[in-house]
């Protein structure tokens, strides 16, 4: 049996090993390396790239995204969680259905949805032309290429990821539980707080991993909806890597984008423990 | 030399778990052989070297002489039916059948007629198109039977055949596999907790416990004569009285003394139970100490507090020492 | 009472999901090459069969999204297999931390891999070097499809296939790969559309000459708005969708 196991393991070694782990530590490598003057990297090893990081430039930057992605994540749960609620307790031959309707969109291209909000907000949008055929509005409302625009970018892409765990929590609780609270004098909100809430949290903290997570190391809704103006850490990265050419600290702020997602989800395990998986 | 199998020494471990200790036992050809014990006691991992799912750290298993201790599954003609059933639910009923015959059986070309034959055998002919999940209990483990027959395995194993039956149904198929397994004449042995299953269907039984081959022989034999307390104990109730002890259904009961050679205490009636095929009563000696019965229901009854008799006679004590 | 208030929220939570793509669709059928509704029309959708730039990418996209999905799928099965046998830590551990590394990270540091690469052989960037990156971080997403499914799966099965003699490797095709199958479809389904969805990791290791259907279509969209990125939006959507509809048809005749 062993042999076969290694046989099947094999390939995913070899993938994960050459194309993600070595990768990884080519990007650790550089971050302690010197640009070079035409770009590439060489000697002397430095720390540079690391204290370069201190800078009020990037640091408002790194505190931007966290807010951008704390904001998203929270506009997810309040949206996310009465759909959830809608859909457990709504009858077992629609559930699928309404699952299915969530994840639709999901299942279209990311590029195709961000492109429909474009679509939808841009000065000549459908939006600023319908307000304006109406004589609503004279000038074009700056609907697009800011900071809100980001964010309704990002909640729109990642709502799915929210509501599918705390609807898997929901659908499995007890329905004679609430029953339950009513029969002991709860009111439906009370019952709501004080029942369904606190049962349903292993979801709404993997829903509120699985959408952070993503919103925090975003890179193409804000360079789209938010136009350059509105910039996050992985729109530095990119950028240091593509325009700038200045990869040991693109490298080094990799790095640090990614050891604070693992930070937060080590965090976040620790105290969730195991109702995450 | 008629064993068809042969256990010498066997041990092992699961980690710190020694889960089978130097575990030796033989099984003749065309026996019921049951492997008896609680939960736990190391039967079921008996069962799985010799099917072959575990390999034992130390000792030999022997399949008509030969060594077999370090083959695959796919390796030794023998087959398991498992507690669950295991049938595959991608097949139906037949194809679970043929799936044993194409890969172990050497008779590809009577393919269809084994399974016809096999099928006629555990009487399920008819529903062969069937997916497992469209038969009953009994079903499916007439089909799990079936597929293990189909191959003609030298040996069959059984794990826990009754465990998944509603209880009515246990005692039927309690007797139909015995039937079955006259007719067929394929040595089975089944790994069962339930002494009452083993005593009923097994020529012989061995028990285990912690681990260790307790006592191995013929239901009747370590039933009279149990060599541990253990084994007395777990075969039936035993009313143990310092060095010895006696069964409830030896114990009698008389308003006077019994003239025969029989050991013979005064009593009171502590309480009594009919139970429908007999009285369950609790006596207390004089000496104080608590003693079971179990008293036909032809005998007089008896009710609380009435002072009578109990005995026995010597020839039907338990004689083991406390300490083993 | 409350939950009408309930029904009314999800009416409009629907709608916040669906709405964008539905007018998007809808104006792909318009005349107008503006905002304003002037009838309907195909022509943008005559448009795109002449925009040779856009049938290469759909093409490219295409093309890889089939071969990362046949491989990611294989290979991931496999693994989430072997893994079920005997726990692999390390793998797992890598597994879950590519599945949590932000996209971008994922990217420069295959960019960084694949230029080392090109300065010391003749190696280059282009499609293979894109389902290289597509295989690698959908192996994950795979192999935790196929562990939701193996986590259900009795292991007397494997057991009992090799008591009817079936060796190892028979056990596993005969019997727990098609058990598994809902699964394996699931998780080809999920790979097909990460890869199909992909632009940041691709845009950076798919070189000048390669180009993906997300990459022409951000292009387009930092341009602005072209009732032509309306059709071919649309084509994904409706293609897709159909897509998906298949595999739930072909999911319910395996279970």
């Known amino acids: 049996m062993n042999q076969l196991r290694t046989w099947f393991l094999a390939p995913a070694r070899l993938l994960t090993f050459g194309f993600f782990l070595a990768p990884l530590a080519i990007v650790v490598l550089y971050s302690f390396l010197t640009r070079g003057t035409y770009g590439g990297q060489g000697a002397p090893f430095t720390l540079e790239n690391y204290t370069r990081l201190a800078d009020p430039l990037y640091l408002e930057i790194l505190v931007k995204s966290f807010w951008i992605a704390i904001l998203s994540t929270a506009i997810c749960l309040v949206m996310g969680f009465p759909l959830a609620l809608f859909i457990a307790r709504s009858g077992p031959q629609w559930r699928g259905t309404w699952i299915n309707l969530v994840m639709l969109p999901f299942w279209t291209n990311f590029l195709v949805r961000t492109y429909a909000w474009m679509f939808l907000l841009r000065d000549t949008g459908l939006i600023n032309t319908a307000f304006q055929g109406l004589g609503l509005i004279s000038q074009p409302l700056p609907l697009l290429y800011n900071d809100g625009a980001v964010i309704l970018g990002l909640v729109y892409g990642y709502l799915p990821f929210m509501v599918l765990p705390i609807f898997s929590t929901l659908e499995r609780q007890d329905p004679f539980l609430l029953e339950a609270a009513a029969d002991l004098g709860a009111t439906p909100w009370q019952t709501l707080w004080r029942v369904t809430v606190p049962m349903a949290k292993p979801g709404i903290l993997a829903g509120s991993v699985l959408v952070f997570i993503p919103c925090l190391g975003a890179y193409l809704t804000p360079d789209l909806m938010g136009g350059g103006k509105s910039i996050m850490i992985g729109n530095v990265v990119q950028q240091q890597f593509t325009s700038s050419r200045d990869w040991p600290f693109g490298a080094a702020l990799s790095l640090v984008l990614t050891a604070l997602v693992m930070v937060l989800l080590w965090f976040i395990m620790r105290r969730g423990g195991k109702e995450l998986i | ?324 | 009472m409350k939950n009408r208030w309930l029904a009314a929220y999800a009416a409009f939570a629907y709608l916040f999901l669906h709405v964008p793509l539905l007018v998007l669709t809808v104006f792909s059928f318009n005349a107008s090459r503006f905002t304003h509704w002037e009838g309907f029309s195909l022509k943008w959708y005559a448009v795109l069969l002449e925009d040779h730039r856009l049938i290469e990418a759909a093409l490219n996209s295409i093309l890889i999204a089939v071969a990362a999905t046949a491989l990611a799928t294989v290979i991931g099965t496999i693994a989430a297999y072997g893994i079920w046998k005997r726990s692999a830590p390390v793998l797992e551990g890598s597994l879950y931390t590519g599945l949590v590394t932000p996209e971008i990270v994922t990217g420069v540091s295959l960019l960084a891999l694949f230029q080392g690469l090109f300065h010391y052989f003749n190696f280059r960037l282009g499609l293979h070097t894109v389902i290289l990156a597509h295989v690698t971080f959908s192996i994950a997403y795979v192999v935790i499809v196929i562990q939701a499914r193996l986590k259900t799966m009795d292991k007397s099965l494997e057991e009992a296939a090799m008591d009817l003699g079936a060796t190892e490797f028979g056990a596993f095709r005969k019997v727990t790969l098609p058990v598994l199958m809902p699964g394996v479809i699931a998780a080809a389904l999920l790979a097909f559309t990460i890869s199909f969805d992909d632009y940041v990791i691709t845009s950076l290791v798919s070189g000048v000459d390669t180009e993906t259907l997300p990459m022409v279509i951000y292009t387009m969209a930092r341009k602005g708005v072209s009732p032509a990125v309306n059709a071919m939006s649309a084509l994904i959507v409706i293609g897709v969708g159909a897509l998906i509809v298949a595999a739930e048809k072909l999911q319910q005749q395996h279970t």
């Open chain 2, 1 to 324: 030399m008629n064993h068809v199998l042969e256990v010498r020494a066997v041990s092992k471990s699961f980690g710190a778990n020694h889960a089978v200790r130097d575990v030796s036992l033989n099984v003749e050809r065309g026996e019921l052989f049951a492997l008896l014990g609680p939960s736990g006691c190391g039967k079921t991992t008996v069962l799985r070297m010799i099917a072959g799912f575990e390999t034992p750290d130390r000792g030999d298993v022997l399949l008509d002489g030969k060594q077999i201790a370090q083959l695959k599954p796919y390796e030794r003609n023998v087959s398991t039916v498992f507690q669950n059933y295991a049938l595959f639910p991608h097949l139906t009923a037949r194809q679970n059948i043929e799936f044993g015959l194409r890969h172990k059986g050497n008779a590809i070309g009577d393919l269809a007629a084994r399974t016809q034959k096999v099928l006629e055998l555990v009487q399920m002919l008819g529903k062969e198109e069937r997916f497992p999940a469209r038969l009953s209990g009994g079903e499916k483990q007439r089909i799990a039977l079936a597929r293990s027959l189909a191959i003609e395995p030298d040996l069959l194993l059984l794990d826990e055949p009754l465990s998944a039956l509603d209880p009515k149904l246990r005692k039927r198929v309690r007797g139909e596999l015995k039937d079955l397994q006259r007719r067929v004449g394929i040595t089975f042995i089944i790994v069962t907790h339930d002494q009452e299953e083993a005593m009923a269907m097994a020529d012989r039984v061995a028990l285990m416990n912690k681990g260790i081959l307790e006592q191995m022989g013929t239901p009747e034999a370590i039933y009279l004569r149990p060599k541990t307390r253990f084994v007395a104990s777990f075969l039936g109730s035993v009313n143990w009285r310092g060095e010895y002890g006696v069964r409830p259904e030896v114990v009698r009961i008389s308003p006077t003394a019994p003239r025969n050679g029989a050991r013979s205490h005064r009593a009171q009636i502590h309480s009594s139970l009919f139970l429908g095929n007999c009285f369950h009563v609790e006596a207390r000696l004089e000496d104080g100490t608590a003693l079971t019965a179990e008293i036909p229901r032809q005998d007089q009854t008896y009710l609380p507090g009435e002072n009578v008799h109990v005995w026995w006679h010597p020839d039907d004590e338990i004689h083991l020492p406390a300490a083993s």
